[in-house]
């Protein structure tokens, strides 16, 4: 009896990998290695790193399970530059990569607790050298103020299923940034309320 396949689909990847992607072509740096925070499934990765073979991918993920469903997306795609998939809490005092050229984190600040969020602006100063890139995506609050009602209506959803996650507000995440060292956003709107979210620490 053959094994259950390990790969797991979030049926978002599809809609924003190339929107995402595009802005990842214009953003990331021409050589090196891009750290992925909460890489989850492993689809994002694959797909960047398909279209993007002169930089190397690290995947990371805090679940063993997405972990599997990453490496297991990595060895049916024949790509060289994704390396296997490191267990990394962003929340963590340490992680366990030193260094990495740019850092993309696409989903996570809304569905995780406020510590992550923290923790991801201490790890990526440390990790990542002057200039280097951190890139966010998802939807955010701005001026207090949810942008859609189909965001007002999601942040609801999140704050149901756990008290801990939530929309953030994108002011309070770019201050939290700067203390840590990194330069005020570059603000890019995508599909769906979304937006890409651009620090260079300096």
Known sequence: MSSPDPRRTAPSVQRNRDPILDVLKRVL????????????????????????THLSFQPSDPDETARASIDAWAAGSGLGNVRPAIALDAAAVSWPIESADAIVCINMIHISPWSSTLGL?????????TGG???????????????SESNAAFDADLTARDSAWG?????TVAEIA??????????????????SVMLRRT
Do not use: Q, W
């Open 121 to 129: 602006m201490r790890g990526a100063a440390r990790t990542l050298p």
């Open 167 to 171: 929309i953030r507000d994108l002011e």
């Open 29 to 52: 740096p021409g050589s090196g290695l891009v750290l992925e925070i909460a890489s989850g499934s492993g689809e994002h990765v694959i797909h960047f790193a398909a279209a993007l």
């Open 133 to 147: 890139l951190l890139y966010l995506y998802g939807p955010y609050r701005r001026g207090g103020n949810h942008t």
């Open 178 to 195: 700067r203390v840590e060292g990194f330069s005020a956003p570059a603000i890019e709107s995508m599909p769906a309320n979304n937006l």
